[in-house]
Nanobody
Framework: VQLQASGGGLVQAGGSLRLSCAAS????????VGWFRQAPGKAREFVAC????????YYADIAKGRFTISGDNAKTTAFLQMNSLKPEDTAVYYC??????????????????????WGEGTLVTVSS
């Protein structure tokens, strides 16, 4: 059972990237899937969440209006479409999942503690 994040790379400011989070050994049925990021020298921060159980999504302020989280019909891959990227979006992006969890209703640093599975990160670098 594992998660694999991919899709990172180098992009110019204003550009777009689509990150993928692939589940292996399970599906996202009834899972909440979250995207997080960690920039060099900074704490990990929540980016976005998709909850399969109730279909809700939730975005941190840093992602609202620019990022979109979604999942495929097979519920084996979650995506994070990132548009209008800024240099401050440069970070390692991680996906995580937990069964029966729901997306948070307010951004908080504790919600990540409930995630059972974490993928290795994928590096996003946005040049100015």
């Amino acid at each position: 059972v594992q998660l694999q994040a991919s899709g990172g790379g180098l992009v110019q400011a204003g550009g777009s990237l689509r990150l993928s989070c692939a589940a292996s050994g399970f599906t996202f049925h009834y899972y909440a899937v979250g995207w997080f990021r960690q920039a060099p020298g900074k704490a990990r921060e929540f980016v976005a969440c998709l909850s399969d159980g109730d279909g809700h999504t939730y975005y941190a302020d840093i992602a609202k209006g620019r990022f979109t989280i979604s999942g495929d019909n097979a519920k084996t891959t979650a995506f994070l479409q990132m548009n209008s990227l800024k240099p401050e979006d440069t970070a390692v992006y991680y996906c995580a999942a937990d069964k029966w969890s729901r997306c948070p209703t307010v951004t908080n640093r504790f919600w990540a503690d409930g995630m059972t599975f974490w993928g290795e990160g994928t590096l996003v670098t946005v040049s100015s």
